[in-house]
């Protein structure tokens, strides 16, 4: 059974990277019709709860943005969170991207790094890095803005967020190529190499895994029907106790060496087979078209 949730509405609680675009997150939260606080210092996180439910009832959804700017406030987060006296639902979403393009972004804006101090840029990402480690580990939903743009960040919002649908997983299933990193917001992670590859087939090398004749390839292969079938009915499995401890969002990365054919192909049948298992499902892929 779906776990249920406090009929309250949802409280999102916003964290991550300087330059990781929590203010995109911010404002796109807004729009769809979150009270949100930027840069609330965390004691008082139940307060502003309070306020919000006395003031604009108990259905108005809300979202802060907390993070390093907070200083030494900062540190009592986990434990406000931990406490769940807020009576919400909540979710806490994470926002990270690679240090290259953090220093980008930042030296963009013209801003020095809060956590910095004397010392370069880069020194104030890695400081950050140590103090949010914990805190990301415990986040609901993490997000790589590394190779996101506003627009494909604020749709990843939308369809998180902007339905009311509060009891049904919502999954995104992605495709890499091992040669260009594993995606850092996995949940899960496929290794699809053990297959035979479809870029050593002259009739197959420029196509993609979402063609039919790759797709018939790739999941055709000795081994790939029975990996399939354990594979999925594991995260079918995992699902059901994610729903059960309030954990609404799952990653799944499937990867190959260039991420253009078995992985794509595997991910578009593993997100078709969760889809038709009632899950909310979302398949993309990172790679694709990137060699």
């Given amino acids: 059974m779906p776990a249920r949730y406090d009929a309250r509405g949802e409280l999102v609680v916003v964290t991550g990277m300087t330059g990781a675009g929590r203010s995109t997150v911010a404002k796109e939260l807004e729009d769809l019709g979150y009270y949100v606080v930027d840069n609330l210092p965390p004691t008082l996180l139940r307060d502003v709860v309070r306020l919000v439910d006395e003031s604009r009832g108990l259905d108005q959804p809300i979202a802060v943005v907390v993070d390093v700017r907070s200083g030494s406030f900062f540190a009592s987060l986990q434990a406000n969170l931990a406490q769940g006296a807020t009576g919400r639902h909540t979710t ?8 290259d393009v953090l ?14 101090g004397t010392g370069r840029l880069l020194d104030g990402l890695h400081r950050e890095r140590e103090v949010l480690a914990d805190l990301r580990s415990e986040a609901d939903l993490v997000i790589d803005t590394t190779d996101l743009n506003v627009h494909q960040l604020t749709d990843r919002i939308a369809e998180a967020f902007g339905s009311p649908d509060a009891t049904r997983l919502k999954v ?18 496929a290794d699809m190499r053990f297959l035979p590859n479809p870029y050593w087939v002259p009739d197959l090398r420029a196509l993609t895994g979402r063609d039919a004749e790759v797709s018939a390839y790739v999941l055709g292969q000795e081994g790939a029907p029975e990996f399939l079938d354990s594979y999925v009915r594991l995260l079918e499995g995992v699902a059901e106790g994610y729903l059960r401890q309030g954990k609404r969002f799952m990653t799944i990365a499937v990867g190959c060496t260039g991420g253009k054919h078995r ?8 997100a078709r087979r969760l889809a038709d ?13 990137r060699e």
């Fill in 103 to 116: 220093v980008r972004r930042q030296e963009a804006a013209r801003r020095p790094h809060p956590l910095q």
């Fill in 277 to 289: 298992a009632g899950h909310h499902v979302r398949p993309t892929h990172r790679d694709l078209g």
């Fill in 172 to 189: 995104t299933v992605i495709s890499f190529g091992f040669k260009y990193g594993i995606p850092v917001d996995a949940d899960f992670v």
């Fill in 92 to 99: 806490l979403v994470f926002l990270e991207a690679g240090d």
């Fill in 263 to 270: 992985s794509v192909a595997t991910t578009e049948e593993i």
